[in-house]
């Protein structure tokens, strides 16, 4: 199956004019497209399927709760799949069934071990009090930003420990995670290297890595294509293609056309 990835778009203050990948299949939207969900409508329409992971700052300003059920209803309007702690099948070109789980993931601040926990979760208040969150009428903080994260781990893992049905027509050939939040220090952006803040957004999920095939993420706002070994079997590709914000130059590189193959 050959995919289109777009994400980190901010369209809420950025200029981007989204346009289909010749060739691909499908579009995966990896969260951060617009934190006013007006951006969303650019993508009505399109020529093959969508699936929508959401991001941190499709939350800004808004009951959690609340926004994850606007956005559900929003991309259900717009014929979108949304996918949370959700999985579904899909079939490619090539007739091989991929099996796709979604899941924003969000950060449980262990990138650095329960040693560096406390520190992480300090350089995530910044972040945490600019979007603004609440939930249940209290702020979005850290220890509820975590809880949220233990929940999508929990369920990556059970579902990443499935093996496929017997059943032809239920079984899957290939495994694709997408996140919104990365799964491995590896993704870490480079002008910043590994520090409390880094925290925020990579997880240390490199155990669950190698039980896919193939892992889109966002929220870093640089571009990776990595491979991690895994043993008996072809190494796992994890992939980011975030385009950024151009006062800071990050768009420099970014290629929206770019078709990725699982």
Partial sequence: MKLQLLSDLHLETETFDPEPAPGAELLVLAGD???RWDGYRRFAGWPVPVLVVAGN????????????????????RLNFTLLERE???LT???????????????SDFDLFGAAGRARAERAAAYYLRLMATTRHGQPFDAPAVREESLRCRDWLTLELQR????????????????????PSLRSADPR??????????CNADDDLIARADVWLHGHLHCRHDYLVDRPAS???????????????GEHA??????????
């Fill in 33 to 35: 497209i617009d934190s």
């Fill in 57 to 76: 700052h499709e939350f800004d300003g808004r009951d959690f709760d609340a926004a994850s059920a606007g956005l559900r209803e929003l991309c259900a």
């Fill in 87 to 89: 999985t579904c099948v």
């Fill in 92 to 106: 490619g070109a090539d007739g091989r069934r991929v099996r796709v789980l979604g899941s924003t993931r969000w």
């Fill in 163 to 182: 093996r496929p049905p017997s059943a032809q027509q239920d079984a899957w050939d290939r495994t694709l995670v997408i996140t919104h939040f990365a």
């Fill in 192 to 201: 910043y290297g590994a520090q409390p803040g880094t925290a925020s957004f």
């Fill in 234 to 248: 072809r190494a796992t590709r994890v992939v980011c293609q975030a385009r950024g914000v151009a006062h800071k």
């Fill in 253 to 262: 590189g970014f290629d929206p056309g770019r078709v990725i193959e699982v």
